[in-house]
């Protein structure tokens, strides 16, 4: 989706359109974070995760509003429900991004981009809200082109152009090579594609392990991974990112209490049972660490979910800490989810 939570607030709040809008915690309160910007406001150089006190050095018009995640769900599901009118292989990476394979949709639509137009088209009149599309033969190039025309764009590589689209793409526009990778390359001479394409395997693996051999393939237009609509699941949690970061154990108690609950939840309605606990911390620095027990038997109760999580923060040090991220999962589960039937020469539309 196009600056999702910002639009989301436009469409509610006329008085937000056409304005620079920053969802997240506001600049005044204990290092609050950017969680998404309108485009109004990326343009004086506001991004996601950048502290809330610098977005509003960068815009001082800046209107800061905080995240209302129920309002961002009922979107979200509303577009999922236009995603099944075309297809059940449907992979969401998120609230606001998802990979569909169109192959063999439900209305026998042959063109991939004529069903991305429709499912746009649907977003805009039934969601009041704009996608962007990339269309092409694999995940990762789908999700590449997705982000080449936003807003409210549409971006098809056909398969024979593959290989030289990705020549030319800078290395930090590689979906999965963050900041620290793509400076690594680029200390290394590899600005491009076509640079990355001049390594061996045998290099990239050397400098980047396993990842290079991902690297040597998709640079080269390789990519068999499927969309998955039913993931086999090794973990099951939630986290949330605060507006205002906590201080204090009691403050941090009380939101691990919470967050067990959406735990606990999520596991009963699949009716899993897993043996280890981890807890995820994220301080106002953005390090972050985690740490985990595990049990000799399968477990799924509040109880022993929201104890085993404090027990784990008590160990860690919090003297003079401000926590932004608190996280709690729950793996080694006793069964996995099915996995999903394969499907071949598949047209892949990652949508958003």
Same mark, same amino acid.
Request: glycine fraction near 6%; charge should be positive.
């Given at each position: 989706?196009?600056?999702? @939570?910002?639009?989301?607030?436009?469409?509610?709040?006329?008085?937000?359109?056409?304005?620079?809008i920053?969802?997240?915690?506001?600049?005044?309160?204990?290092?609050?974070?950017?969680?998404?910007?309108?485009?109004?406001?990326? *343009?004086?150089?506001?991004?996601?995760?950048?502290?809330?006190? /610098?977005?509003?050095? +960068?815009?001082?018009?800046?209107?800061?509003?905080?995240?209302r995640?129920?309002?961002? /769900? $009922?979107a979200?599901q509303?577009?999922?429900e236009i995603?099944?009118? @075309?297809?059940?292989?449907?992979?969401? %990476?998120?609230?606001?991004e998802?990979?569909?394979?169109?192959?063999?949709? *439900?209305?026998?639509?042959?063109?991939?981009?004529?069903?991305?137009?429709?499912?746009k088209?649907?977003?805009?009149e039934?969601?009041? =809200?704009?996608?962007?599309?990339?269309?092409?033969?694999?995940?990762?190039?789908?999700?590449?082109?997705? !982000?080449?025309?936003?807003?409210?764009?549409?971006?098809?590589?056909?398969?024979?152009?593959?290989?030289?689209?990705? $020549?030319?793409?800078?290395?930090?526009k590689?979906?999965?090579?963050?900041?620290?990778?793509?400076?690594?390359?680029?200390?290394?001479?590899?600005?491009?594609?076509?640079?990355?394409?001049?390594?061996?395997?045998?290099?990239?693996i050397?400098?980047?392990?396993?990842?290079?051999?991902? @690297?040597?393939?998709?640079?080269?237009?390789? !990519?068999?991974?499927?969309?998955?609509?039913?993931?086999?699941?090794k973990?099951?949690?939630?986290?949330?990112?605060f507006?205002?970061? %906590?201080?204090?154990? $009691?403050?941090?108690?009380?939101?691990?209490?919470?967050?067990?609950?959406?735990?606990?939840?999520?596991?009963?309605?699949?009716? %899993?049972?897993?043996r280890?606990i981890?807890?995820?911390?994220?301080?106002?620095?953005?390090?972050?660490?985690?740490?985990?027990?595990?049990?000799?038997? =399968?477990?799924?109760? %509040?109880?022993?979910?929201?104890?085993?999580?404090?027990?784990?923060?008590?160990?860690?040090? =919090?003297?003079? *800490?401000?926590?932004?991220? +608190?996280?709690?999962? =729950?793996?080694?589960?006793? !069964?996995?989810?099915?996995?999903?039937k394969?499907?071949?020469?598949?047209?892949? +539309?990652?949508?958003?």
């Amino acid at each position: 989706m196009d600056a999702f @939570y910002a639009s989301v607030e436009q469409r509610d709040f006329p008085e937000y359109r056409g304005k620079p809008i920053v969802v997240g915690g506001k600049p005044e309160g204990r290092g609050g974070v950017v969680a998404t910007a309108s485009y109004e406001a990326r *343009k004086f150089g506001i991004r996601s995760a950048m502290p809330s006190k /610098k977005a509003l050095q +960068l815009c001082p018009d800046a209107i800061f509003v905080y995240p209302r995640f129920a309002a961002y /769900k $009922e979107a979200s599901q509303k577009i999922r429900e236009i995603f099944e009118r @075309y297809t059940d292989l449907i992979e969401p %990476l998120s609230l606001d991004e998802a990979f569909l394979d169109v192959t063999e949709n *439900k209305k026998g639509i042959t063109s991939a981009i004529e069903i991305a137009k429709q499912i746009k088209n649907a977003i805009q009149e039934e969601v009041n =809200l704009t996608a962007s599309a990339g269309v092409s033969s694999s995940k990762f190039v789908a999700k590449i082109a997705s !982000d080449m025309n936003k807003p409210n764009g549409l971006t098809f590589i056909s398969p024979e152009k593959i290989e030289e689209f990705m $020549e030319k793409l800078p290395v930090e526009k590689f979906f999965g090579v963050g900041k620290v990778t793509a400076d690594k390359m680029k200390g290394m001479g590899i600005h491009k594609g076509i640079d990355l394409k001049r390594m061996t395997e045998a290099d990239l693996i050397h400098y980047f392990g396993k990842v290079g051999r991902f @690297y040597y393939k998709i640079v080269r237009g390789i !990519d068999n991974r499927e969309v998955q609509p039913h993931r086999e699941s090794k973990s099951s949690g939630a986290e949330d990112t605060f507006a205002e970061d %906590l201080t204090t154990i $009691e403050e941090m108690n009380a939101e691990l209490d919470n967050i067990a609950e959406i735990v606990v939840k999520r596991l009963q309605k699949y009716d %899993l049972k897993g043996r280890t606990i981890t807890l995820k911390i994220k301080y106002h620095n953005f390090q972050q660490i985690t740490r985990n027990h595990s049990f000799n038997y =399968l477990l799924n109760d %509040l109880e022993t979910i929201s104890r085993t999580a404090k027990e784990l923060l008590a160990k860690t040090d =919090l003297e003079n *800490k401000k926590v932004r991220l +608190l996280g709690i999962s =729950l793996s080694n589960f006793n !069964d996995a989810v099915v996995p999903t039937k394969k499907v071949k020469n598949k047209l892949q +539309l990652e949508l958003f």
